[in-house]
């Protein structure tokens, strides 16, 4: 077995990505209100930069920084179905 390259690694996380957002706006249209349907949308964003004190200051200049992704339960469905595809065509 191959080692993969992180190019292919990344291009599976972003089509997963891809593919969790699309069976998520799928879900808010098809499932009435109810707790399938929150528990399908419940989502926790994880990453830095939602202070107010999250400057980098260099002296002359200084800028913010700041990285969030939204994981839940779609979204990772979503990865596992990118994976299972893309190293089923590889």
């Known amino acids: 077995m191959s080692k993969n390259s992180i190019l292919f690694i990344f291009f599976i996380f ?3 990505m891809l593919i969790g957002t699309m069976l998520s ?6 499932l009435p209100e109810g707790v399938v349907k929150d528990f399908f949308l419940i989502k926790k964003s994880i990453g830095w ?11 002359f200049f200084r800028f913010k920084t700041g990285l969030f992704i939204d994981l839940s339960i779609l979204s990772f469905l979503g990865f596992l179905i990118s994976w299972y595809l ?3 065509f590889k």
């Open 49 to 59: 930069g939602a202070t107010s004190n999250n400057w980098v200051e260099f002296g």
């Open 25 to 30: 706006l799928m879900v808010v249209t098809i």
């Open 86 to 88: 893309l190293r089923y």
């Open 14 to 16: 972003i089509i997963g």
